[in-house]
């Protein structure tokens, strides 16, 4: 790709290459036994030896086509200096094992999510399930996909008969705070749905799978990647009251569901709390 302004498609081939090795590497890691466990905010934010491995294996290829790109991945932060800046800049967003307490359990949910950010906007975006082989792709106007099926989420346009995915944060203050938002929407969906694995729950409400998704506490690299597939699959992507979406808030529907979800999950504080 050189030196020259890439676009959304060139991003994504090189993402696709990078994220399928790097796959490869977490699921050969976890047939191993996972090693190294530590944890990070509190006792149950597992991180291992494999979300290590897999994002230095991930930065080091893509400085090798790439060297003058950034990198900003969840165990080591920006590893490349401040983020660039000037036409063409390249910022990659990068998740090495989303869902990493499935993958310390063996459960079949866990992925790797990588995100190419392009003068500051994200254009292309790769989420593979490092278990299952399950791939999601978008680039920025350019649909969202999945082994050759473009995604249109759910038809779905009843809350009473959605199935809502969502997620919980570590801390015990902001979960208590979570689960008093889960009593008082459950009662008024299909359902709810919790794999434990963020990038792949947007994923999931991308192509149908679920009708809807929220949840507080995201970071940058559990969204960007699976952010972009949803909102080219048609979904709706945002914050409460018009904010992006972000640490506060993630909520992905299709439209005629969005504001329904939204004005539940404002009454209900779901922005609020630790």
Not at 17 to 40: P, Q
Not at 61 to 90: I, M
Not at 118 to 147: C, F, K, S
Request: charged content about 20%; some cysteine.
């Amino acid at each position: 790709m050189g030196s020259s302004r890439p676009t959304a498609e060139e991003l994504l081939e090189l993402a696709l290459e990078v994220a399928r090795s790097a796959a490869d590497t977490a699921r050969r890691m976890r047939a191993e036994g996972v090693s190294a466990v530590a944890t990070k905010s509190t006792a149950t934010d597992v991180v291992t030896a494999a979300d290590r491995a897999v994002e230095r294996q991930v930065v080091a290829a893509l400085r090798q086509v790439r060297p003058d790109d950034t990198v900003l991945g969840e165990e080591y932060g920006s590893t490349a200096g401040p983020a660039p800046s000037g036409p063409g800049a390249v910022r990659w967003i990068l998740d090495p094992i989303d869902g990493t307490v499935n993958y310390l359990y063996g459960l079949p949910q866990y992925a790797v999510s990588l995100a190419a950010e392009l003068d500051g906007e994200v254009v292309a975006g790769v989420v593979r399930n490092a278990a299952t082989g399950d791939e999601w792709t978008a680039t920025l106007g350019g649909g969202a996909w999945q082994d050759g099926r473009k995604l249109s989420g759910s038809t779905e346009t009843d809350l009473g008969q959605a199935l809502v995915a969502t997620g919980f944060g570590y801390d015990p203050a902001r979960r208590a705070h979570q689960a008093g938002v889960l009593a008082g929407l459950i009662t008024q969906v299909r359902d709810v749905r919790r794999f434990g694995a963020a990038a792949i729950d947007l994923c999931l409400a991308a192509e149908g799978s679920v009708d809807a998704y929220y949840e507080k506490g995201l970071n940058h690299w559990d969204h960007a990647a699976g952010g972009l597939i949803a909102a080219e699959a048609g979904l709706r992507v945002a914050g409460l009251a018009g904010a992006a979406p972000g640490p506060d808030l993630v909520i992905a529907a299709p439209p005629a569901l969005f504001d329904p979800l939204h004005e539940r999950l404002a009454r209900l504080d779901a922005a609020g709390g630790p």
